[in-house]
């Protein structure tokens, strides 16, 4: 769970707060009420998104997709919001 801490806080504790990221926590800081920086865990990999290669070998090692419980699943939901609800969110805004 994310907590908030003012950015006084954070400087009179900031061993403490330093030792609870390290332990998984997260907070957000704030300057007068209004949040300006999140502090979290550091993630070895950076946080950057995968590459094309990695993101192909990730979708190998997913199961194949069963496309007629992927169209029976699609009926079904049509039945409940009717078929001409579009399914594409951008969609409604044109």
């Known amino acids: 769970m994310t907590q908030t801490i003012g950015q006084r806080e954070l400087r009179n504790d900031n061993a403490e707060i330093m030792r609870r ?8 800081v704030t300057r ?5 920086a999140d502090l979290i865990p550091h993630q070895a990999d950076g946080g950057r998104p995968p ?8 979708l190998k090692k997913r ?10 699943e699609r009926a079904a939901d049509d039945e409940i919001f009717g078929a001409d609800h579009p399914d594409d969110p951008w969609e409604r805004r044109r």
């Open 21 to 28: 990221v390290e332990q998984g926590e997260s907070f957000v």
């Open 32 to 36: 007068n009420g209004k949040p300006i």
């Open 51 to 58: 590459t094309a290669g990695e993101f192909i070998e990730f």
């Open 63 to 72: 199961p194949p997709i069963d496309v007629e419980l992927w169209r029976r």
